[in-house]
């Protein structure tokens, strides 16, 4: 069992950079790969996948919409992944989501077992 909590979120100016942080309780963490996802408003129930990490953070993947822009990274000692967003759009606006699995990293959002609450981004025009 993973405990999955986000924080960081909030508002922005377009142009601007937040940290979203998600921290994991449990022992395993370094066994999960993570990931971020977002769900925008009006979007339907469907995950858009950000950005992922392997367990050891050697390989990540990214979005096409946030290549360049946005960076993801882990401390497994710490037990929480990052999502480091600069250059931020008013398109990025959403409810940013981390994942945890087992099943190696990722774009598929069921792929993803553990979820937390998610953290509200909403970036100003």
């Known amino acids: 069992q993973v405990q999955l909590v986000e924080s960081g979120g909030g508002l922005v100016q377009a142009g601007g950079s937040l940290r979203l942080s998600c921290a994991a309780s449990?022992?395993?963490?370094?066994?999960?790969?993570m990931a971020w996802f977002r769900q925008a408003p009006g979007k339907g129930k469907e995950r858009e996948f950000v950005?992922?990490?392997?367990?050891?953070?050697?390989?990540?993947d990214y979005a096409d919409s946030v290549k360049g822009r946005f960076t993801i990274s882990r401390d497994n000692a710490k037990n929480t992944v990052y999502l480091q967003m600069n250059s931020l759009k008013p398109e990025d606006t959403a409810v940013y989501f981390c994942g945890a699995s087992w099943l190696g990293r990722s774009r598929d959002w069921t792929s993803y077992k553990y979820w937390g609450q998610g953290t509200q981004v909403t970036v100003s025009s």
């Open positions: 950005a992922a990490i392997s367990p050891s953070g050697a390989s990540t």
């Open positions: 449990g022992r395993t963490f370094s066994s999960y790969a």
